[in-house]
Structures are given as C-alpha cells and as structure tokens.
C-alpha cells in the first residue's frame, strides 16, 4: 500500500547569512521541487515554501524558504526532511516506480515461495538495490533490474523475483555456502 507522504528532499546546511540554505533534491527533475506546493517535514505538521532556487551541482540546491531571513533560522532548518502527499505527484511513467509504492510489497521467486517484504530501495550511486526483509534471518539485496525482478505487481502487493546465483536467499543456502550442512 503506498505511504500517504512521500520523501522529495532533505535542507541541507546555510549558505551565507541571508538565510539561504542547501536542498538535496531526490525528484527526477531538481528543480522541480521548488515548485511543488504542500512541501512539509516528514510528519506533515510544518509547512515550506520554496520562493527561489538555483542549481548547485546535480541534485544540490540553493534555495530561500518563505519566513527565513537569516542565517539563524535556516540553521533550524538543517537535516530537516520535505516530503509531499502522494497524491499530489504524478503517476509513474511506464516502467517507473516511486519507492514509496514498492515498500511492503512482497517478495516471491517464480515458483511462488515468499522470500519476505521490501524494507527500503537502496541506491549507492550504481542503481537501485531492493532490501528485501525475509521472515526471519539476515536482510537480502537484491538488484533492481528487469532481469532480477520481471514481475512487479503493484495491484496485487507483490513482485517476482529471480535472484543472481551469488545471492542467498534462505539460511539452508547460507549453510551450504559456508561450509557447514
């Protein structure tokens, strides 16, 4: 079941002392954040507006928040995560996922045993990696990939997964690859 709100960016440190502040935008577009309106904290309760923005680098922004004038009170503001009603985005493009959709879903092989539930989507700078939380034992990785998951059944809660060789999927797998039986 997808979350209600949904992670868009996170305030960064001040720059300077009119009260600007660094915005790591995680939207497809960054400088689409600044125009989204209903921008809160994770909780919902503490409203934004972003009245000007400039690109840094990458997904780094500069950016004025409405109310904040000095560099005092974009301090606050540090670390401070921005999220958005789902209902307020857009649906994905074919073939495109928001993270928030895909936690919770559960995790089959092709032959319909349960591997568990995706805990988070993980990306180190290489693509996105699904943390699969099973019943019971150690978290799994896994690739985002077509050829690692080929089914995801966002309907019907879950996806299907056909894990690489070098990853173990259950601690009798995990057994047999140390050594031990």
Known sequence: ???????????????????????????????TIASYDGLTDETGTRAFKIVAARPVKDD??????????????????????????????PPAEEDEFYHADLLGLRVETQDGAVLGTIATVLNFGAGDILDVRPPAGENILLPFTRAVVPVIDLAGGRVVVTPPAEVVVNEEDAAQDSGEA
């Open 1 to 31: 079941m997808p979350q209600k709100r949904i992670l868009v960016g996170i305030f960064g440190a001040p720059h300077g002392v009119r009260g600007e502040l660094r915005l790591k935008s995680y939207t497809a577009d960054p400088m």
């Open 60 to 89: 780094l922004l500069v950016v004025r928040v409405a109310g904040v004038a000095d560099r005092t009170a974009a301090e606050k503001l540090t670390n401070v995560a921005l999220s958005v009603e789902r209902d307020s985005l």
